[in-house]
């Protein structure tokens, strides 16, 4: 697992990673943008500027203190939102960065066929779903037991990651049922590699290689594994 982020690492020169990797950070931004701005107009709409309180008297300003507070808001939301988006918009784009891997590494295979738009819309969609809901069902553990909340965050999405990832590339030479089959016999070789992706996710801007890098480790694993197989 560890020869498979290095190759990945060695990898993140080229071009078609770049493009990957400059395509999913900027839409993933804009659509942040896009958040607060929306927040913004709603806050601004539903709070008026001055509002009156019991033994204070008239607060001006309340729109622009909530304003303020929105930017927090966001810069803390963003911290668990920008990893999600960023792996759903390069779900966009999976192809990508797998056939560069496989160009490169494995020139005797034949292409792969390549995902539809609404086929990837699908895959990035529910990408982004198992990785949101799963952390969102995750939350109660980390509040009740903060000690191991780190542990959990880590185990968590190092299965998520590796479940999605995993699934997602095996199924372009399997079929879908062929890649479930594969990673229910490989599962725990799949959860440690998710692990070493998980592990930069609480680290700015790093964690938004991981998309990418992700990807490119997979592939690498899919392909050593099927050669184990048979």
Known sequence: MIG???????????????????RGIGLTVLLLLAVY???????????????????????????????GASVL????????????VASAFTG???DDVTDAVEARHYPRLTPAPRLG???????ASR????????????????????????????????????????????????GREGARRMRRRYGLRIWLAGILMALP????????LIPVLGAATFTHLYHRLAATSG
């Open 117 to 123: 738009l609404l086929a990837s819309l699908g895959e």
């Open 127 to 174: 990408f982004f779903a198992v990785i949101v809901v799963g952390n969102l069902l995750a939350l109660a553990l980390y509040l009740a037991f903060p000690p191991i909340a780190p542990f959990v965050f880590v185990g968590l999405n190092g299965y998520l990651l590796g479940r999605e990832y995993f699934q997602l590339i095996a199924s372009r030479r399997l």
């Open 37 to 67: 701005a929306g927040f913004l107009w709603l806050v601004n709409w539903l709070l008026p500027d001055t509002m009156a309180l019991p033994l204070i008297g008239e607060v001006a300003w309340v729109d622009d203190i909530a304003s």
């Open 92 to 94: 966009f784009f999976l």
């Open 73 to 84: 808001l966001l810069l803390v939301a963003s911290v668990f939102l920008m990893v999600p």
């Open 4 to 22: 498979d982020l290095l190759k990945a690492l060695g990898q993140m020169g080229d071009p078609r990673f770049r493009g990957t990797l400059l």
């Open 201 to 208: 996710l609480t680290v700015p801007v790093v964690n938004l």
